[in-house]
């Protein structure tokens, strides 16, 4: 669970307009089989070392693994829920700065991210008929 960093693999308009480093939180531990992703046909867009893939896309499908939508304490909600559930748990990786607060990292690179869903897989791709 944290604010992971991710690097854009494969350009694609999609991406268009990111930063070199772009924020992604993830609040599982989860995976992916990259290899069977490659041997798919998707296209990796987004991806970190810790976190793995986080954007895949094919001719007309996005998946987001990560969550570019969360709220600025949404992961600290999940974190205190947890934290009633189990012992011992790592704080959220990548999220608090020095004095322990949340720190919103992610919203610009969300706001791009789903502009350009919005504007290259939606809006420029639907048929326009009368």
Not at 40 to 63: N, P, Y
Not at 90 to 104: A, C, G, H, I
Request: proline share 4%; net charge negative; aromatic share 10%.
């Amino acid at each position: 669970m944290g604010v992971f960093e991710n690097k854009i693999i494969e350009s694609d308009l999609l991406v268009s307009g990111l930063d070199d480093v772009v924020h992604i939180p993830h609040s599982r531990h989860s995976g992916i089989d990259e290899e069977a992703v490659k041997k798919s046909g998707l296209k990796i867009l987004l991806a970190g070392k810790q976190s793995g893939i986080s954007v895949l896309k094919d001719e007309k499908d996005v998946f987001i693994l990560g969550h570019p939508e969360y709220a600025k304490d949404t992961l600290l909600l999940e974190y205190e829920r947890d934290k009633q559930k189990v012992q011992t748990i790592q704080k959220p990786y990548n999220y608090f700065d020095d004095d322990n607060n949340p720190m919103l990292s992610w919203r610009s690179s969300a706001s791009v991210l789903f502009a350009n869903w919005l504007n290259f897989c939606v809006y420029q791709d639907t048929p326009f008929v009368l």
